[in-house]
């Protein structure tokens, strides 16, 4: 997948892929792989939250894409909307390199004593 993380706090959770490598037959960044880097960086801040001992283990995502990308990178971020003892939700927006939007996901962790 080629993921780079930029950033990582339990607040912020930035992370850069590749499209090319990640597209379907048409070329287009393939939709699996935009779910793929969105609950990469979520899991992330989630784990991040947990802190150690403890473990975020996803229980839902959806995404919503809104364009395609061809080439470069495209990068995302993901904050927390709720940030709690058990659950913790998190928004991703994914853009390409102009800063258009691609899709937006959210993702729900559980989390657990390791």
Known sequence: MGIE?????????????PVEGNTQPYGLLHGGASVVLAETVG????ALHAGPGRIAVGVEINATHHRSATSGFVTAVAT??????????????ISDEAGRRVCTSRLTCMLRDA
Do not use: C, N, Q
Request: aromatic share 6%; hydrophobic share 40%.
């Open 80 to 93: 927390p909307l709720h940030a709690g003892r058990t659950l913790a939700s998190y928004e991703i927006e």
């Open 43 to 46: 899991s992330t801040g989630a």
């Open 5 to 17: 993380f930029l950033e990582a706090t339990p607040e912020r959770v930035v992370a850069r892929m």
